[in-house]
């Protein structure tokens, strides 16, 4: 390896480095978000929010779904893909959440569930194109 090799590792090290942090994030706050729709009781839920609490029960469950696809693809390398794919479907959930939040509270609020939106948006692209996780056969065939 030379000088030239260890100088295009570094920034790529770096960029999975900052993914894994977001990865790490956003999978906190989903799973958190997730389990607290799935074990409020239904008065607090329809308390906060004029959808029902079916729909809602099923973003919890999304949600909860979303944040396990962020981490154990990788951690476990099981179907890496699926990490880009638990992250665009995060960023659907979050399109529809500054929807819901414009059209009711204003666009001030919604800027928190926006920046949540392009930080999927960013690790769903990240682990997509530019720093993929490695599969197992990848791993061995580098060994």
Known sequence: MNSHDRIEIRPRRAATALVWTAQALLAAL????????????????????????????????????GALGLI???????RTGLTSIAAAGLSIIMIG???????SMGVAPAVFPLVVGAL??????????RVPL???HALSAAA
Do not use: D, N
Request: hydrophobic fraction near 55%; include cysteine.
């Open 30 to 65: 989903f799973l958190f978000a997730g389990v607290m729709k799935l074990v409020l009781p239904a008065q607090v839920l329809t308390a906060q929010s004029h959808l029902s609490v079916a729909f809602l029960r099923f973003i919890g469950v999304c949600e909860t779904l």
């Open 72 to 78: 154990l693809p990788g951690l476990l390398r099981i």
């Open 97 to 103: 959440a500054v929807t819901v939040t414009v059209a």
């Open 120 to 129: 999927t948006s960013t690790v769903a692209y990240a682990r997509w194109r």
């Open 134 to 136: 490695a599969s197992p």
